[in-house]
């Protein structure tokens, strides 16, 4: 964990003096690729040791795969690959640690690769392989038409702004930002001499960094003082089970599943920081003319805490990851696309069995959500009163949903999950 915080906060550094010294104007897109390269292979070999080797032998695997492979069949080796040797080190994980977690524990960049790995590999298949009129608009503006260099591939997957903490992103915004286009042609989105502007403005992220930076302090000190405190262990034990009532109970999950969520905020929030800081992550402008740097952003807290269905919940929580199924799983599964996605996820995530219990149970919440607010839903629009009802009962009725789904992700094992359900 301090290896964690330390090679992000340097990073944070190394990524402002990316943006001021080596940017686009000042350094070939060689160059930008080259340093952020090593960089991202001195943090994962400083805080991974050894370990890091395994990220490294994924990245030549497959960037021999994207190479040697059929167009018609490159996205489908890469992803049996890549998950493949993922797996192998969950299993690894389970069987020969015991359910405990690595003081190096390699496993979090390694799943961020693979996303990147298998994203690359189905936009390659959707520029070369595909016809235009077969894609989805999406996937027409992500396709990619040619296979990128050994640099350009090395600097995609092992950049020192994604390789601790993510998030993933596609392969063309990420070229777009180091040849200095990827703010540039959000900007002409936008009529600016309608606005006033005589040339395009130069938005600066340092306000996006300085607030997403605050919400790291506030979910570092919520998680210093709420986790230690209040353990979703406590909610298994026999004293609890046997003396508190139903609905305290149900209270209790609540506060234990919210005091769980600061280590996520802090370092997804963190890692997003670290983008913004080097130029990445520029999203366009708002409807009040503000600019965005949430192109990267992995949650959005306010509308996860303000939830009224799973749905939205999920939407608003490990954004990247969400986009990254959607687009190698439920967008090209041919049947049962949104069993055949959270089984991609269990099994990306690892194989401890509260995995799996989390998102089996996440797809009969899902279709059970669904039915009930396509059946019931428009009875409650009538007035504001109505509508108020419904969106205070939902909110209640989503947290305590997600709360059931998401405690033995946390407990990990089979026993306390069982004990838990029971």
Not at 186 to 193: C, G
Not at 239 to 256: A, C, I, N, W
Not at 300 to 312: D, G, L, Q, V
Request: glycine fraction near 6%; include cysteine.
């Amino acid at each position: 964990q301090i290896n964690f915080v330390a090679c992000q906060l340097f990073a944070l550094l190394a990524a402002f003096w990316f943006r001021i010294y080596l940017g686009p104007s000042h350094a070939s897109s060689a160059v930008r690729h080259a340093f952020a390269t090593l960089f991202g292979i001195y943090f994962a070999v400083f805080c991974f040791g050894w370990y890091s080797i395994h990220l490294f032998v994924l990245v030549m695997m497959n960037y021999g795969i994207m190479n040697m492979a059929s167009i018609s069949n490159i996205h489908r080796y890469s992803f049996v690959v890549a998950m493949g040797y993922l797996t192998l080190c969950h299993i690894s994980r389970i069987y020969i640690f015991h359910y405990g977690i690595l003081t190096t524990d390699f496993s979090g960049p390694l799943m961020i690769i693979t996303q990147k790995i298998t994203t690359l590999a189905c936009q390659l298949h959707d520029g070369i392989g595909r016809q235009a009129e077969e894609l989805t608009a999406e996937q027409n503006r992500l396709a990619v038409k040619t296979r990128p260099s050994l640099l350009e591939y090395l600097s995609y997957l092992l950049n020192f702004m994604s390789i601790i903490a993510g998030p993933c992103s596609n392969y063309k915004d990420y070229i777009a930002f180091i040849e200095g286009r990827h703010v540039h042609m959000k900007l002409l989105e936008v009529n600016w001499k309608q606005k006033g502007y005589d040339r395009l403005p130069d938005p600066s992220p340092t306000g996006a960094v300085m607030y997403k930076l605050c919400i790291t302090l506030v979910s570092l000190f919520l998680f210093l003082t709420l986790t230690k405190n209040f353990p979703m262990a406590y909610i298994i034990g026999n004293e609890f089970l046997d003396k508190t009532p139903f609905l305290s109970r149900l209270g209790y999950l609540y506060v234990v599943t919210q005091a769980a969520k600061p280590k996520y905020y802090f370092a997804w929030t963190l890692a997003d920081a670290v983008n913004n800081a080097a130029g990445y992550g520029f999203s366009g402008v708002d409807e009040k003319g503000a600019f965005r740097w949430d192109l990267l952003s992995n949650l959005n807290i306010w509308n996860i805490e303000t939830a009224t269905s799973f749905k939205m919940y999920i939407e608003n929580w490990n954004i990247q990851t969400a986009a990254w199924l959607k687009r190698v799983c439920y967008d090209r599964a041919p049947w049962y696309p949104t069993a055949l996605t959270f089984i991609l996820s269990a099994l990306w995530h690892g194989i401890y069995p509260g995995y799996y219990f989390t998102f089996l149970t996440g797809i009969l919440i899902t279709l059970a959500a669904r039915a009930i607010r396509n059946n019931c839903r428009h009875y409650f629009l009538s007035s504001v009163p109505l509508k108020l009802a419904y969106d205070i009962v939902t909110w209640v009725v989503t947290q305590l949903a997600v709360c059931y789904t998401v405690a033995p992700f946390v407990m990990l094992a089979v026993e306390p999950t069982i004990k838990f359900y029971k």
